[in-house]
């Protein structure tokens, strides 16, 4: 069985930056995933228009929305404390040339921190990544992470 923190981090790295680089993700996530309704969206704080996918694992799901070239993977709860460190093993493997460029206190949320990222996708393409993550001992961990997919002017 798939852990939370390995799901989260597969639909970015393997789901999200292969879809700005303008491919077919590569092979299937052992998840399936269910298309929420645009009411369903809302009621989880969504703004309308975008597409919320919901990934139905245990008693937590995770969750993905997308509207246009910003992504967002969240999920609280399960093992939301260890996913930065699964996220950061992950994108390497994947990406070894991205750039932390931010490892810092949450500028809103006392129990988190926040990473940024830099990866290059190629082809005139690059992806930040905003990864919010809860600080050891928190009451109920939360693992977020906010893709936004740009073109590298030279």
């Given amino acids: 069985m798939i852990k939370h923190s390995e799901l989260a981090s597969r639909i970015v790295v393997e789901g999200a930056l292969t879809v700005l680089q ?24 969504m703004p ?7 990934y139905p694992l245990g008693q937590t799901p995770v969750f993905f929305d997308m509207a246009g070239s910003r992504m967002v993977v969240w999920y609280s709860g399960a093992d939301a404390d260890r996913a930065v460190d699964v996220f950061d093993k992950t ?6 040339g991205n750039k932390m460029v931010i490892d810092a206190e949450h500028p809103q949320e006392s129990d988190l921190r926040v990473r940024a990222y830099d990866v290059k996708l190629g082809e005139g393409m690059m992806a930040t990544i905003e990864v919010s993550y809860s600080k050891p001992n928190a009451h109920k961990p939360k693992f977020s992470a906010i893709i936004v997919g740009m073109a590298i002017k030279n």
């Fill in 22 to 45: 303008g491919k077919n993700p590569r092979g299937q996530l052992p998840v399936k995933p269910e298309v929420l309704t645009d009411r369903e969206a809302q009621d989880l704080g």
């Fill in 48 to 54: 309308p228009g975008g597409t919320v996918l919901c």
């Fill in 91 to 96: 994108l390497k493997q994947s990406y070894p």
